[in-house]
């Protein structure tokens, strides 16, 4: 068998579900040595679970392992912890960095690997108080860093660096390994300037000269083309196109990334909006929200629109609710119903009758260790004085447990939300009902307008139907305007008027729900390029 | 075999070794001595005495604000509150009523002071709560010798100044709630009802408390906070207050505990008094 040409990795018909969720379905890949291969697709595609999968994470062994088979060098795996996968010769640099501030470069790359120093205390006690080889150290980190092909002095306090530069220890911290023979690479250049990343960039296919196999993610889908030999697009859970990456274009990857076989088939929304008069109307909004920072965005919905905004992860579309609800610092105009709204007071959010249903279910949408009584009637008991009865001239407030029941139990049948009784928990439900219980919890609140940030995020594609259609009949039953953010362009065109991208902190457009996908993905991905050059 | 495990699983493993030790205790009492219906009754008076103790964590355990180590900060306002009720020569029943009536705007500024400081330091509400306990009760052993006192059961004796380690509360509030309605069975056995009543009464204002809207959101905000704020609650605030009801029940409790020991202990007295009202917590 011919050694350089064999693939280093192989993976057959690998599939995962979490918890009856299918998120992979059958893939296949093929990695040969010093192959670059971009690996891309919408969040929620598939390809962290793809790589935690080839890494050994525990994550997949604790949610029932994976289907399928994976060879290295030829030879079947099965990785069952990350250990295995190290000793292979596998290296992954994720997208949040794991360094420690305090240690300089030699001493992160080479953390709990260090080379020891044999004395004679270690004769009495123990390989353990061998001393840290701090030469040698400084030799092998060295050596790492000129394999990547970067100048950083090994001895600088990692905590002093510019992002870039921990960056490259991170990786490093992979290649000091010996056997490195494939290296996974998350987003390496989301935190990155321009010109580090063109360091990078040159740095990866140094190390592909070298022979090691690279798998690479990002979302960046010019550096994509620029540096990969092959891509690979994956969508729900499936790869869709697999192509040599020398002659595709960035639209053509866009279009593969957003697109649908059934395109055709989604019904768009004939309300005319233009005719309702404007009910909200944002101004110049930006808000610090760490990940999803929003710079300048400004925008109008009308009375009864469902309003989509969509964008990449790391964009900023999910700061805008959370800035105007007051959950961050923001600042800039929201007026609503020509009132304009005081910022950074959730209070004054919800009294001017507009609510929230958040994107992070179980951190802000839900009491976890309350029963669904509590989940659903709490915030319309502390803002609307629902659900109470007053003795002693108002003086005490006491809760009403009867009509809590009862306007629980109306909700989780109109919602149809699966559980043993309104008493239940609301951390044993599965995901698709807790996205119920937090729409029930918004609707008690009888808002005028409603924000609905990811609505579908995590939950399975049954719950997902359900999930929207539960906010299309509250529309149209109480005439309540909706704001709906979401990740997933599909599932904006099927439900909203119109659509805005937000790219970079900023509106990149606003399209009509009917426009054709690709031509979001282009506001998506052609703005992200503007702004990195 | 079954019932039994399910009930070893809810009762947990640590409960049934405290119970077994504790009913060990009762066995092997009398064989040294101890009379076991002294005994019992002395349970029950120091249930009595640390139960609105232990009820002071309650608040601020609902709101998220951890175990209430600061405990000390409570009892400090319950001193003043007692002391002052002497010093004015309150007498009888009515200076436990004038000690609860002096002691509650201590409780409830320094209460609002300690629950303005964790809010600025969340996460590590507990640790925290500990330094101002002990700081606290560090602060006041300068102060009881300095604060201008003069009531002659409680100064020292040969300075006329300052007051002493250990104050009786006799001819004062000594047993004003275990006496009332107090009975007894056989010659050994008795039951301080007043004190039981007393504690149950404030045990059920907590239970309504928590039952109305105010209490609602506290229960909220320690359950999850992100959560009550984003329901247009104001966290700060319901900490505070809950922080300002443990400390008023921290202040009410140790002069429950002093009617029925028979002493004001001060200085160093409430150093530890925390920590038997935290074990209870986490035991219970």
């Known amino acids: 068998m011919d050694n350089i040409s064999a693939p280093v990795l192989k993976m057959r018909n690998i599939s995962k579900e979490f918890y009856g969720n299918k998120v992979l379905n059958d893939i296949n890949l093929t990695l040969k040595k010093g192959e670059i291969m971009g690996l891309v697709g919408e969040n929620g595609a598939g390809k962290s679970t793809l790589m935690n999968i080839l890494f050994g994470m525990d994550v997949i062994q604790q949610t029932g392992g994976y289907k399928g088979q994976m060879f290295v060098d030829g030879k079947e795996v099965h990785y069952t912890s990350s250990f295995d996968a190290i000793n292979d010769g596998i290296g992954m640099v994720h997208q949040e960095f794991s360094l420690l501030p305090e240690f300089n470069v030699a001493e992160n790359i080479l953390l709990n690997r260090e080379p020891e120093s044999y004395s004679f205390v270690s004769e009495v006690f123990g390989d353990r108080l061998n001393t840290i080889d701090r030469k040698t150290m400084k030799l092998i980190s060295d050596a790492a860093i000129g394999k990547l092909g970067v100048s950083l002095d090994a001895t600088t306090l990692v905590g002093t660096m510019p992002v870039g530069h921990k960056q490259f220890t991170e990786i490093a911290r992979e290649l000091s390994k010996e056997a490195i023979k494939i290296l996974v690479l998350d987003e390496p250049t989301a935190v990155l300037t321009e010109q580090e990343a063109t360091i990078l960039l040159k740095a990866i296919k140094n190390l592909a000269n070298q022979g090691i196999a690279i798998i690479f993610i990002s979302h960046r889908l010019q550096e994509v083309v620029d540096v990969c030999d092959t891509v690979v697009v994956m969508r729900d859970g499936k790869i869709v196109q697999k192509e040599d990456a020398k002659d595709l274009t960035i639209s053509q990857i866009a279009h593969w990334m957003v697109g649908r076989e059934v395109d055709d088939e989604v019904t768009h929304r004939t309300f005319d909006y233009e005719k309702q008069p404007v009910v909200l109307s944002v101004e110049n909004l930006w808000v610090d929200m760490p990940g999803e920072t929003v710079r300048d965005v400004s925008f109008e919905v009308h009375q009864g629109e469902i309003f989509g905004i969509g964008g990449l992860a790391g964009q900023g579309k999910l700061g805008i609710p959370n800035g105007a609800m007051g959950l961050y610092p923001a600042g800039g105009q929201v007026i609503f119903e020509n009132n304009q709204l005081k910022l950074n007071e959730p209070r004054n959010f919800l009294d001017a009758a507009m609510a929230f249903v958040s994107e992070d279910r179980r951190g802000v949408g839900l009491l976890l260790d309350e029963s669904l009584e509590w989940n659903i009637s709490f915030a319309a008991m502390q803002i609307n004085e629902k659900y109470l009865k007053p003795y002693l001239n108002g003086l005490i407030k006491w809760r009403n447990e009867k009509e809590i029941q009862a306007v629980s139990n109306q909700y989780i049948e109109a919602l149809q939300i699966k559980c043993t009784s309104s008493k239940q928990k609301a951390k044993e439900l599965s995901g698709g009902n807790q996205q119920k219980v937090c729409c029930a919890k918004a609707f008690a609140l009888e808002p005028r307008l409603l924000f609905v940030s990811e609505p579908t995020r995590g939950i399975d594609i049954g719950a997902k139907s359900l999930v929207l259609q539960t906010l299309r009949d509250y529309n149209k039953n109480s005439g309540t305007t909706i704001v709906m953010i979401s990740s997933e362009l599909e599932e904006l065109r099927s439900i909203c008027d119109r659509i805005a991208i937000v790219t970079d902190g900023k509106i990149a457009g606003i399209l009509p729900a009917s426009r054709p996908s690709h031509e979001f993905g282009l506001l998506m991905v052609s703005a992200t390029e503007a702004s990195n050059e | ?284």
């Not at chain 2, 609602?216 to 320690?222: D, E, F, I, L, P």
């Not at chain 2, 002069?255 to 150093?271: D, E």
């Open chain 2, 1 to 284: 075999m079954n019932k039994i495990n399910q009930f070893i699983t809810s009762f947990g493993w640590p409960r049934i070794i405290i119970a077994l030790f504790l009913l060990s205790l009762f066995i092997i009492a009398p064989f040294v001595g101890v009379n076991v219906a002294t005994s019992l009754s002395d349970t029950i008076v120091r249930f009595g005495m640390n139960g609105i103790l232990v009820l002071a964590m309650v608040p601020m355990i609902h709101s998220g604000c951890g175990l209430n180590f600061g405990l000390p900060l409570g009892i400090i306002a319950g001193l003043l509150g007692g002391t002052l009720a002497i010093e004015f020569n309150f007498i009888g029943p009515v200076s436990f009523v004038m000690a609860i009536i002096f002691a509650t705007p201590f409780a409830l500024l320094l209460g609002y002071g300690y629950g303005k400081l964790l809010n600025k330091v969340k996460g590590s509400e507990m640790m925290i709560a500990t330094y101002v306990g002990f700081s606290s009760v560090a602060f006041m052993c300068i102060m009881w010798l300095l604060l201008p006192y003069s009531h002659p059961t409680m100064v020292w004796g040969y300075a006329g100044t300052g007051l002493r380690t250990t104050i009786s509360t006799e001819g004062f509030y000594l047993h004003v709630l275990t006496k009332f309605l107090q009975f007894r069975i056989g010659e050994h056995f008795m039951f301080p009802t007043g004190m039981i009543l007393f504690f149950a009464f404030l045990a059920f204002l907590i239970w309504a408390f928590l039952h109305t809207k105010q209490g609602t959101a506290m229960t909220a905000v320690g359950s999850n906070a992100v959560f009550a704020q984003a329901s247009g609650i104001n966290i700060d605030k319901i900490r505070v207050q809950s922080v300002m009801m443990s400390t008023w029940l921290g202040a009410i409790g140790i002069l429950v505990y002093q009617q029925s020991f028979g002493f004001i202990q001060l200085y160093m007295g409430p150093f530890y008094m925390a920590l038997p009202a935290v074990s209870a917590i986490l035991i219970g």
